[in-house]
């Protein structure tokens, strides 16, 4: 169990729910009328609390979830300051802070974003694209993705220009990447290193990679993501804000993400 925002929105919801249900309960036992002037303060902050943290604990538990991008991982498509709202449903319904599955929906498919539970630390959230599927075999060679032995298709846009906390990807090498029908604009430096590797993946594990390819802690490093470690779906910018160029980007709010 992680001890996370989750965990101590369940803690509130749980005791202002018993404080209040507890102390009608108890008029009900000794016969008194109720009145907002005579109930105690702790009564008063739980009846007023209690709605408003078990609303907030459902529609993060099971509908969507804000996060906020911290890194450059995604970059050209997803950039530091972005916030995202993550649908909760898409994989399945999890109870929350024990992330348990009780009802099984769709699986991930090949170019999602998803948001996941670092493998090495649970603590910690992780963005990534869904690059292979269980079952499949992914390598990389000299920067070229290849998907059970075909090159993915690469289509190069020219120079990326950055801006703000993204700056200093300028000069990379936009490429529109097309995964199974599903395209989307990646980064590549030519001038860093370019990893080889060849994974097949195992049954319910997903290898997941950053858009910004020479900048990116993925699955190339650390391995696959377990099933149980999706958190679920990134789908729409809700707001965007990077202090270091021009604080609030109203052409980025309300994009839907792909």
């Given at each position: 169990m992680d001890f996370d925002f989750a965990f101590f929105l369940l803690v509130a919801t749980v005791v202002t729910g018993l404080i209040w249900g507890g102390y009608l309960l108890w008029?009900?036992?000794?016969?008194?009328?109720?009145?907002?002037?005579?109930?105690?303060?702790m009564v008063e902050?739980?009846?007023?609390?209690?709605?408003?943290?078990?609303?907030?604990?459902?529609?993060r538990s099971f509908l969507a979830e804000p996060f906020r991008i911290p890194s450059g991982s995604m970059m050209p498509t997803l950039l530091v300051g972005d916030f995202i709202l993550v649908n909760k449903f898409t994989y399945g319904i999890r109870l929350p802070v024990?992330?348990?599955?009780i009802?099984?929906?769709?699986?991930?498919?090949?170019?999602?974003?998803?948001?996941?539970?670092?493998?090495n630390d649970p603590t910690v959230d992780y963005i990534k694209r869904v690059i292979g599927l269980p079952g499949d075999k992914v390598s990389y060679e000299n920067k070229q993705l290849f998907i059970n032995d075909e090159p993915v298709k690469q289509v190069s846009l020219g120079a990326f220009q950055g801006v703000g906390q993204g700056e200093d990807m300028t000069g990379a090498e936009r490429l529109l990447e097309d995964l199974t029908g599903v395209e989307?604009?990646?980064?590549?430096?030519?001038?860093?290193?370019?990893?080889?590797?060849?994974?097949?993946?195992?049954?319910?594990?997903?290898?997941?990679?950053?858009?910004?390819?020479?900048?990116s802690n993925d699955s190339r490093y650390w391995g696959t993501v377990p099933e149980e470690n999706l958190v679920g779906r990134a789908f729409f910018i809700w707001m965007s804000w990077d202090w270091s160029y021009k604080g609030v980007a109203f052409d980025r709010i309300g994009t839907v993400l792909k």
């Open positions: 008029l009900r036992h000794t016969g008194e009328a109720y009145s907002e002037e005579t109930q105690p303060v902050y739980a009846r007023s609390f209690f709605p408003v943290v078990l609303i907030v604990l459902l529609l024990i992330n348990k599955k009802i099984a929906l769709n699986e991930p498919k090949r170019g999602d974003i998803v948001v996941f539970r670092f493998p989307h604009n990646i980064l590549v430096r030519h001038d860093a290193p370019s990893g080889t590797f060849e994974y097949v993946i195992p049954q319910g594990r997903y290898f997941v990679m950053g858009d910004n390819r020479d900048n």
